[in-house]
Nanobody
């Protein structure tokens, strides 16, 4: 089992920044991919970014590329999502997820992640 606890959400004005954190515990994560997904009201869950725990390889969705950055701190077993230049369309509940041995071409698919955090609300509004 892997436990994931997110933090860092909140209310921010357009153009502002937030950093989300996801602390992982429960087992060694060497074979895991860690992802961030988001879900806005009335919409399906959407891929945001992922990072592989072992190599640190990252991929970001086109909608956030250049504005969001995913990273990890191995010593703290924590991943982060730095969000800059936030826009109202970024408003959603953000979820951290973990999955073991996910094939490269499936890492943007939420169904391939076994463990999920509780979610943290991000609201971008003036």
């Amino acid at each position: 089992q892997v436990q994931l606890v997110e933090s860092g959400g909140g209310l921010v004005q357009p153009g502002g920044s937030l950093r989300l954190s996801c602390a992982a515990s429960g087992r060694t994560l060497d074979t895991y991919t860690m992802g961030w997904f988001r879900q806005a009201p009335g919409k399906e869950r959407e891929f945001v970014a992922y990072i592989t725990w072992s190599s640190g390889y990252t991929l970001h969705a086109d909608s956030v590329k250049g504005r969001f950055t995913i990273s990890r701190d191995n010593a703290k077993n924590t991943i982060y999502l730095q969000m800059n230049s936030l826009i109202p369309e970024d408003t959603a509940v953000y979820y951290c997820a973990a999955g073991a041995r996910i094939l490269v071409y499936r890492r943007t698919n939420a169904n391939k992640y076994n463990y999920w955090g509780q979610g943290t609300q991000v609201t971008v509004s003036s």
